[in-house]
C-alpha cells in the first residue's frame, strides 16, 4: 500500500498525524496531547506494580536506579547493600532503604528502562524505526505534592507518558536553543534560574494516558499533586545537523595543510596575526569541502546511529535450536529492528551490523539479500542456491543473529490463547 507510514509507536505518544507533527513540533516547540488524543493509556508499558516489582524481586542495581529530593541526587549508599548469600553484589538495591526515602518524599527514577523491562524494550525499538533517531526510557515515580527535579533543560527531546497520578508541569522557553549533549544546563544555572521566575509558556496538570513532547533546551520543572505520581519519559537522543558536521571535519583532519602548525613564536593575543591565520584555515577548510566525500561523512553517522540502538531480542537457547531444525519449507525473516547494509562484491558478499561485517561466499549475495529484505520467505525459496546450499546460508544467518525463524500458525495460535506474544525465535 502506499502513501505515509503508520509509525505506530509514535502515534501512541502524539495526538495528531504524524506529519504534522514532524512540520509544526518536531524540534520547535512543546506539544500537549490529552489521552482522549491517543490511541490507548501506558500502563501495558510500566505500571506502580510493575514499578514494585523491579525495586524489590529483579536484584536491580545502580545506575538503573536513582534517587533525588529537593532537586539533589541521593548518594547510592543510602539506598543500596549486599544482595547475600550468592548474590555478594555491594549495590544492589534495597527495597526497604528506598520505602523509607520515597515515604519522606524522595522520587524514584528507573533508568534504563528500554534495556531492562520486556514491554519497554519493544516499545523503543519500534519508536526508534518510527523516528529514526536513538531513544532511551526512564521512568520518574513522584510522591504526592513533591517535586523531583527544579528547572532544567535536557540535551534531548523527549516524550512525557503520564502513567499513574497527576503531575503539574511548568514549561518555559529555551535560554540555549537546540543545546548540543556537550552544553548542559548546569553550564546556565544563573540564566535557567531567572528564565524560570518568568511566566511559563505551558502551566499544565497531566492525567495518567496524557502525553507531553518537549525539544530540547525547554525548561521545565513538574510537581506531583495529590497522589503519587509516575511518568515515563522518552529520551530523544537526536541526530543532528552538528554531527554532519562533525563528519565533514573529520575528513578536513586527512588534509596536511590543516594539520599543520602555526607559525614559531604565534602571539594569540596578536589579533591581526590570528586573524590571518584564520582567515587562511577558513578559506582552505571551504576548498576541502567544495570536494567533500559525503558518502563517507554519511557512513559516520549511519555507525554513530547503529552504535546507539539494538535489533529486537533474540532468545539464544531457542535460536540455536532452530537452527539445528531446518527444512526446506522453514520459513524466516530478518531480524525485527535489524539495521544492516549488504553489498555485493565478486569475491565476498559483506553484511555490516552495528558492531561487524559477516562476509559470505559470493554464490549467496541474492539469497542473503532476499533472506535480509524484510518479508518472510521459506528456506526452499533462496534464489540461486541447491537446497543443501539454502539450508547452510539459513543456518549461518541464525547463527548469526541475522534472521529469526518465523513462529508456526499453531505456535501463534497458542500463545494467543494463553494470553501472549509468541517469541519470534522460538
Not at 526512564?138 to 523531583?148: C, E, L, W
Request: proline share 8%; aromatic share 4%; with cysteine.
Amino acid at each position: 500500500m502506499g502513501g505515509a507510514p503508520a509509525r505506530p509507536a509514535l502515534r501512541r505518544c502524539i495526538g495528531l498525524p504524524a506529519e504534522q507533527f514532524a512540520a509544526d513540533y518536531w524540534s520547535r516547540r512543546p506539544l500537549l496531547s490529552a489521552s482522549a488524543e491517543l490511541p490507548s493509556g501506558f500502563e501495558d508499558l510500566l505500571s506502580l506494580g510493575d514499578v514494585d516489582e523491579l525495586v524489590s524481586r529483579r536484584g536491580l542495581r545502580t545506575p538503573f536506579l536513582r534517587i533525588a529530593k529537593n532537586g539533589q541526587v541521593v548518594d547510592a549508599v543510602r539506598f543500596t547493600r549486599s544482595g547475600g548469600a550468592g548474590a555478594q553484589v555491594a549495590d544492589q538495591v534495597s527495597d526497604d532503604r528506598v520505602l523509607e526515602l520515597f515515604a519522606d518524599g524522595a522520587t524514584l527514577v528507573l533508568q534504563g528502562l528500554h534495556r531492562l523491562w520486556p514491554p519497554l524494550i519493544d516499545f523503543a525499538a519500534a519508536l526508534v524505526t518510527d523516528l529514526g533517531h536513538p531513544v532511551q526510557i526512564n521512568a520518574y515515580i513522584t510522591p504526592a505534592q513533591s517535586q523531583g527535579f527544579s528547572a532544567h533543560y535536557d540535551v534531548h527531546d523527549v516524550f512525557v507518558l503520564q502513567i499513574a497520578g497527576t503531575k503539574r508541569w511548568i514549561i518555559h522557553p529555551p535560554v540555549l536553543p537546540a543545546p548540543l549533549r556537550s552544553q548542559p544546563w548546569t553550564d546556565r544555572r544563573i540564566e535557567v534560574a531567572r528564565a524560570a521566575e518568568a511566566a511559563p509558556d505551558i502551566d499544565a496538570v497531566l492525567k495518567p494516558g496524557d502525553a507531553l513532547y518537549l525539544p530540547r533546551g525547554w525548561l521545565h520543572a513538574a510537581t506531583a499533586q495529590g497522589e503519587v505520581s509516575a511518568h515515563l519519559t522518552v529520551g530523544i537522543h537526536t541526530l543532528t545537523r552538528y554531527a554532519l558536521l562533525e563528519a565533514l571535519l573529520e575528513q578536513a583532519a586527512d588534509d596536511p595543510a590543516l594539520r599543520g602548525s602555526l607559525p614559531l613564536g604565534v602571539d594569540p593575543a596578536d589579533t591581526a596575526s590570528m586573524d590571518t591565520e584564520v582567515r587562511a584555515t577558513v578559506d582552505r577548510l571551504v576548498t576541502i569541502l567544495r570536494d567533500v566525500d559525503t558518502a563517507k561523512a554519511t557512513d559516520r553517522v549511519r555507525r554513530q546511529l547503529w552504535s546507539a540502538v539494538r535489533p529486537a531480542p533474540l532468545s539464544p537457547i531457542a535460536q540455536a535450536a532452530a537452527a539445528a531444525q531446518l527444512s526446506s519449507v522453514t520459513s524466516i525473516r530478518r531480524r525485527p529492528h535489524l539495521r544492516h547494509t549488504v553489498q555485493l562484491g565478486a569475491k565476498q558478499v559483506t553484511v555490516a551490523v552495528s558492531d561487524r561485517t559477516i562476509g559470505f561466499p559470493p554464490d549467496t549475495g541474492r539469497a542473503v539479500a532476499r533472506a535480509l529484505a524484510g518479508p518472510g520467505i521459506s528456506i526452499g525459496e533462496l534464489p540461486d542456491l541447491d537446497a543443501e546450499a539454502q539450508l547452510v546460508l539459513v543456518r549461518r544467518l541464525l547463527l548469526e543473529g541475522l534472521v529469526i525463524v518465523e513462529p508456526s500458525p499453531e505456535h501463534h495460535d497458542q500463545a494467543a490463547e494463553n494470553g501472549q506474544q509468541p517469541d519470534p525465535s522460538g
